[in-house]
């Protein structure tokens, strides 16, 4: 993360409701072939992540028992030192926001697998309404068991917590503003609100 302490956050409420609305990140791990990465939806089981793999993905036979970092990417956006209505002897940066979990790997069980699939489409199928929800009761039984067969299950349970919300707060309000102005215009629009609600 980044190594300015002005740029560390601390609020593990506001991170987890990061992760929960994000839902996708990068998990990292180092097996003997090397380190490898996944990138993978996850959801929360209590105060741990949980997520699933394809069985023949290079990572998952390495899981069980391995510290894993999982990472996921808030908003982000480049910043043109113009944006802030400063000196010029100011220099480009980039903003963003990014939440690091660490942990040790578990394999679920099946039925904690089956939990994490149903999870992950309820979470995901309520934010498609006034659509009807998506469920695996739409799915013959047999296909499902194929789809159960070909992935692997996992548990994170997080033993380190490190966030980075770069949003300029080492400028006067006033450019951090401005520059949150320039964002907007561009389209930028999530990370500038971020910025604004400093």
Do not use: C
């Not at 023949?56 to 113009?82: E, K, M, W």
């Not at 979470?123 to 998506?134: G, I, S, V």
Request: proline share 6%; aromatic share 8%.
């Amino acid at each position: 993360m980044h190594p300015n302490g002005s740029f560390r956050w601390e609020d593990r409420a506001a991170m987890r409701a990061l992760v929960e609305q994000v839902a996708f990140g990068a998990l990292f791990a180092a097996t003997p072939d090397g380190p490898r990465v996944a990138h993978l939806p996850v959801t929360w089981d209590g105060d741990d992540l949980t997520f699933h793999l394809a069985r023949g993905n290079a990572l998952t036979r390495h899981l069980d028992g391995a510290t894993g970092l999982f990472v996921i990417n808030g908003p982000d956006a480049y910043v043109s030192p113009d944006h802030y209505g400063l000196d010029t002897d100011q220099v480009p940066t980039w903003n963003y926001v990014a939440v690091e979990l660490e942990g040790r790997v578990s394999p679920l069980d099946r039925d904690g697998l089956i939990a994490q699939l149903d999870a992950l489409a309820l979470a995901h199928e309520a934010r498609l309404a006034p659509k009807p929800a998506w469920s695996r009761d739409k799915m013959e039984r047999a296909a499902f068991e194929a789809l159960l067969r070909g992935i692997k299950g996992f548990r994170l349970r997080i033993q380190a917590w490190r966030g980075t919300i770069k949003l300029n707060q080492n400028k006067p309000e006033s450019a951090r503003l401005a520059a949150a102005d320039a964002l907007d215009a561009q389209g930028r629009r999530a990370i500038a609100h971020w910025m604004r609600q400093l």
